[in-house]
């Protein structure tokens, strides 16, 4: 079976480009900007620190450095040959994200250029960026840490507990000034994220995606105690069948509040009868 197209390089070149742009598709590109704490000594002696070796007081101070880290591979047809990897620059495929490290944040002899720098390649008006999680976590920037490439993003996705995020984060997004769609991975599921039409979305409320990765459907009729189901909807989609399942669940358990009560009383006609038959025995009822 033949693994290779050895009349590919004898096509028209036109044709040829336009298999390469055939290649291009949408994609999620995962960054983190991960935090490490060294002592000075671990670099080496020709490279100054980024921060003061000691403090006021002479004791050695931990250096911060930051390191850009993904788990999304390069698109292979970038590293196919020179001409692909052209095509594809020429349709938008960019290094991007090495403007979230400091320059003078290194490891080695001396800083790297900036052209080797840590990078990941991302179309930014057809990729969405996904930035995990934040927060207190100590692993990833606040939003108002991307303010560097901010206004790139076209498609933003987070992940996000939403007490945190309305105290601390929510005027951060307005870094992505020029967002047309955020996706939001809802810590602690829908519920918790029911106040978020009054909080701040660069993009307008309807083109915000929620999404929950352990959804658990309302069922009165059997009980669920599997993992749930991951769900993805629009925003406004989202407090519409929250309110459908509040009324349902509420009219469910006012039904069941009524067959309790009636399960405590006889009914009329059970209770003449009972009547008549005390009368009988000659019993007071």
Request: proline share 9%; charged share 25%.
């Amino acid at each position: 079976m033949a693994t290779t197209f050895e009349s590919f390089p004898l096509l028209p070149f036109e044709l040829r480009a336009l298999i390469w742009r055939s290649t291009i598709h949408p994609r999620t590109v995962e960054i983190n900007v991960c935090h490490d704490w060294k002592y000075p000594e671990l670099f080496q002696p020709s490279s100054p620190p980024p921060i003061a070796a000691t403090d006021e007081l002479g004791f050695k101070q931990q250096i911060e450095v930051l390191t850009l880290q993904t788990t999304t591979p390069v698109p292979p047809v970038l590293q196919a040959c020179r001409e692909s990897r052209l095509e594809l620059i020429r349709s938008g495929y960019a290094k991007g994200c090495s403007e979230l490290i400091p320059p003078d944040q290194f490891q080695g002899d001396v800083p790297p250029p900036p052209d080797q720098r840590r990078h990941v390649w991302i179309n930014w008006e057809i990729d969405t960026l996904d930035i995990g999680g934040g927060g207190g976590g100590g692993h990833s920037y606040e939003f108002g840490d991307y303010a560097p490439i901010g206004p790139l993003v076209r498609s933003l996705k987070f992940e996000r507990e939403n007490e945190w995020y309305h105290r601390s984060e929510a005027g951060g997004l307005v870094v992505f000034e020029n967002v047309q769609r955020i996706y939001v991975v809802c810590e602690g599921g829908f519920r918790s994220w029911r106040p978020a039409t009054d909080q701040y979305w660069p993009c307008g409320v309807e083109d915000v995606v929620m999404i929950d990765e352990h959804w658990i459907p309302w069922n009165p009729e059997e009980e669920y105690d599997g993992p749930g189901e991951r769900v993805e909807m629009g925003l406004l989609e989202m407090i519409e069948m929250l309110d459908r399942q509040d009324e349902n669940e509420a009219r469910y358990l006012r039904e069941l509040t009524l067959q309790k009560e009636a399960a405590l009383q006889w009914p009329e006609e059970e209770m003449e009868a009972v009547s008549d038959l005390l009368e009988w025995l000659h019993v007071d009822s």
